[in-house]
Antibody, heavy 123, light 108 residues
Framework: EVQLLESGGGLVQPGGSLRLSCAAS????????MSWVRQAPGKGLEWVAG????????YHLDPVKGRLTISRDNSKNTLFLQMDSLRAEDTGIYYC????????????????WGQGTLVTVSS | SSELTQDPAVSVALGQTVRITCQGD??????ASWYQQRPGQAPVFVMY???NRPSGIPDRFSGSSSGNTASLTITGAQAEDEADYYC???????????FGGGTKLTVL
């Protein structure tokens, strides 16, 4: 059974940093592109970043480039999102998601989702 | 970049058919995927490609696409189908993923 478990969220002051993790099980992580998707309170879904199975190719939404960075450690079955210079508008639930098909460079169909971790940026 | 546009809210009588639409230029190039999100829960993948249902999704859900519009149809809507529905696809450059704003489906 595919499982994704996010952790690392919490309350952080503006300008601060957090590192989110997503522990994957039930499949071979290196075979799949992965994504981070966020949802601000009461708002819709927003794709933030994606990464190929090997980690060689990464993609970030323009507003987060240089502040949020996706990475992965396939040997530890874990996906990461390093969050720096955080702003109030980064507040929300952050989900990790696995692509449907193997060996894509960029995620396309987000077939499996974790339960999310809440990030609150506030002073 | 590009956008996907969805109606904010749609309602359907119990047992009737409802179509939820998603419009955007990128849909002329890429198929949409669809996700169902019930309150307080993570999204669930319900449709992709031309008309493909992931395992476990009831066959009352179907998909279609024409021009710049993708549609998710629920034939014989049930109370448990009441949720927010989001479409997504790659953007026109093919380098990013984009989501529609979501449609809140109410089953009356």
């Amino acid at each position: 059974e595919v499982q994704l478990l996010e952790s690392g969220g919490g309350l952080v002051q503006p300008g601060g940093s957090l590192r989110l993790s997503c522990a994957a099980s039930g499949f071979t992580l290196r075979n799949y592109a992965m994504s981070w998707v966020r949802q601000a309170p009461g708002k819709g879904l927003e794709w933030v970043a994606g990464i190929s199975g090997s980690g060689a190719d990464t993609y970030h939404l323009d507003p987060v480039k240089g502040r949020l960075t996706i990475s992965r450690d396939n040997s530890k079955n874990t996906l990461f999102l390093q969050m720096d210079s955080l702003r109030a508008e980064d507040t929300g639930i952050y989900y990790c998601a696995r692509d449907l098909s193997m060996n894509r460079l960029l995620p396309e169909h987000l077939a499996y989702w974790g339960q999310g971790t809440l990030v609150t940026v506030s002073s | 970049s590009s956008e996907l546009t969805q109606d904010p809210a749609v309602s359907v009588a119990l047992g009737q058919t409802v179509r939820i639409t998603c419009q955007g230029d990128s849909l002329r190039i890429y198929y949409a995927s669809w996700y169902q999100q019930r309150p307080g829960q993570a999204p669930v993948f319900v449709m992709y490609g031309k008309n493909n249902r992931p395992s476990g999704i009831p066959d009352r859900f179907s998909g279609s696409s024409s021009g710049n519009t993708a549609s998710l149809t629920i034939t014989g809507a049930q109370a448990e189908d009441e949720a927010d529905y989001y479409c997504n696809s790659r953007d026109s450059s093919g380098n990013l993923l984009i989501f529609g704003g979501g449609t809140k489906l109410t089953v009356l």
